[in-house]
């Protein structure tokens, strides 16, 4: 079958940085995306990777690697607003998204 | 900029009741879905529509239907909703088909089936 898993949550504290991680099976890979969903809100799209490597964009980057079926989502200096769930999401063989469960991130003062 | 509007945002329905949920975009996409989400697990596609005139199901269709008489509307009919359907729907939207590309949402319907 196929299937994405990231934790269910995480803590980290204002200022600091945090990895969310996501592996992933599927039939076939035509991406790999990240949303960022507050509490009661739309997902908005965060970032998309095609090739392995490092894509970075202000203080979020994401990672890919294809041969480990994996991915993590790096926030730096975090801020109070950066509280949400991140959802991991893979285009799969007949390019229909796969979503992980989210990872809910709590920040600390 | 409206992007994306769902309606209604949130509603309480009898067993056994049709609903219909709407989504309009506004910014000429061509393909829209819709998705329900429901807690510890991730969304699940319900219906998508890659152009006007098509549609497809997704991982979840049983229960729901859907049609693209043009590109901006994207309803969501419960044909007779039943509890297991209690859940938070959402539609997006995305340029290309076939999920390719960023997805944007609407702000979500909230469902209750009694």
């Known amino acids: 079958g196929q299937n994405i898993d990231q934790p269910t949550e995480m803590t980290a504290t204002e200022g600091a940085i945090v990895q969310i991680n996501c592996t992933y099976q599927t039939s076939g890979f035509n991406g790999l995306f990240w949303y960022q969903q507050h509490a009661g809100e739309a997902p908005t799209f965060l970032s998309y990777n095609v090739l392995d490597g490092l894509e970075e964009k202000g203080r979020f980057s994401s990672f890919l690697s294809r041969s480990k079926g994996y991915s993590y989502l790096l926030l730096k200096e975090l801020q109070m607003k950066d509280s949400a769930s991140y959802l991991c999401a893979v285009s799969s063989s007949n390019y229909q998204l796969i979503w992980g469960a989210g990872t809910k991130l709590i920040i600390k003062p | 900029i409206a992007g994306i509007t769902q309606a209604p945002t949130s509603q309480i329905l009898a067993a056994g009741r049709r609903m219909t949920l709407r989504c309009t975009q506004d910014?000429?996409?061509?393909?829209m879905y819709w998705y329900r989400q429901d807690l510890g697990l991730g969304l699940r596609l319900i219906h998508y529509s890659n152009t006007a005139g098509t549609t497809g199901k997704g991982e979840v269709p049983d229960g729901y239907s859907v049609s693209r008489a043009n590109t901006d509307d994207f309803p969501l009919t419960l044909a007779s909703a039943v509890p297991s359907q209690t859940s938070v729907y959402f539609c997006?939207?995305?340029?290309?088909?076939?999920?390719?590309?960023?997805?944007?949402f609407g702000e979500g319907s909230r469902l209750t089936v009694l």
């Open positions: 910014m000429r996409h061509n393909a």
């Open positions: 997006a939207s995305s340029d290309g088909g076939d999920h390719t590309g960023e997805l944007f």
